[in-house]
């Protein structure tokens, strides 16, 4: 028998399967539809509302200027530094931008701290002040960040990566945000500047630009923020001080997040909203190896600060009501438990089912998925994306992306299994052992 000829008798029998047990295929339906609906809900009345909001937000005059401190982590990424600082002195922000490169371990990090020596003597503008401050010893991301915020005099702190540019009107979106009280910080959009080089990388594109860029969009509407990205937010200084700043753990974008709402229920009017128009780009990683171990590190951040540091101070009290049960849903649940759910479920169906039953589900699973991310995929083209055109040449892709969210469930679940038997975020690459030893155990 052909190959050709096997293809049609598997798929003959996989419809076969489909057309008789199509009461049993779709049983899991509703429940799906229970626990994503809100989600699409929420996010789509969210977008909506944005979209409405965006043209009276754009026409509106910036007044509030206040000088911005840009805390920029650099480690080892060489060149990459010059153009980082670049792309933020050449913002079209009227006020004052002071630039902090601080240069964690520059004894070993020699190369990137003598580019971003001479971005000093090369970039020159008015309202513009590069300050480098090396860290001769190596202390990891979060006593870069905290040495930045030290000596930052700006009312607004921008962290960003030494990888990551900046579209020259991202500050003035980002500041505009500021101009109300009640907001402590804001998170900026991110996305794959190096989208055409790998498959990885066109699958990370795509869920940047769904996940973020329109997930965080309409999210932030309702003020349901989970997460600020620590490649690119920003907070009003005098908050993040009064906070403790970033704290020694992995994960410090998630953890500070989750340490600033902590406040909701005792200051109501609070809100984190998400600067959409203010855009950063930034490299993903390109094979699979380099995803793996990145979301190794993410994935198992997520169980570490969910359940253990943060689990006694996970209340309604703190959160409200609100937060609280969005965060139990859509961040304990849908990212520690719904990977094993998930996980456990597939297992079961090959283990118990004719393997034509099991193709057959799949195929459901796989048809309704595509549907789904179809359908945010195309919201967000039209009524978020910037660079809609651009954009639009991930559609061909996007029949791969269900197989790549499933692969990235997998990562996920030996992430969780890894935290949980070898407290594997005491072995982050973003921080030396001994940084992590004086740490808080949990």
Known sequence: MSTLST??????????????????????????????LPLFLI????????TKEKTRINNTKLFYLPKVSCVITCYAEGDAVKETIQSLVEQTYPGKIEIIAVIDG???????YHVAKECKQLFTRKNREIVLLPKWQRGGRVSTLNAGLSYAKGEIIVNVDADTSFDNDMMANLVRLFEDPNVPAVGGALRVRNVNKTLWTRMQAIEYLISMQGGKTGLAQCNLINNISGAFGAFRRDFLK?????????????????????????????????????????????????????????DGDLLFLYLRKHWPAFSPKLLGWKNFLFTLFYGYLQNVMLPFVIFVYFVGVAIIYPWQF?????????ALYLLTIGYFYLLVLVSVSERPKQDFT?????????????????????????????????ESSMAPWWVLKRGQKF
């Open 242 to 298: 009064q906070i403790g700043g970033w704290d020694t753990h992995t994960a410090e974008d998630l953890d500070l997040t989750v340490r600033i709402k902590q406040y909701f229920k005792r200051y109501p009017n609070l809100k984190i909203p998400y600067a959409t128009a203010s855009i950063a780009h930034t490299d993903a990683p390109q094979s699979f190896k380099e995803l793996v171990l990145q979301r190794l590190r993410w």
């Open 7 to 36: 293809l049609i008798h598997i798929t003959e029998q996989i419809m076969f399967y489909v057309q008789s047990n199509v009461l049993v295929l779709v049983k899991f339906i509703p429940l799906y539809l229970i626990y994503e």
């Open 106 to 112: 520059a004894v070993q990090n020699n190369h990137t």
């Open 43 to 50: 996010i789509t009345f969210g977008i909506i509302k944005w």
């Open 358 to 366: 099991s193709l057959a589900l799949i195929f459901v699973i796989y």
């Open 394 to 426: 991930l559609f061909l892709w996007l029949p791969l992306y269900p197989i790549y969210a499933f692969i990235m469930r997998l990562v996920c679940c030996f992430a969780l299994v890894n935290e949980v038997f070898r407290r594997s975020h005491e």
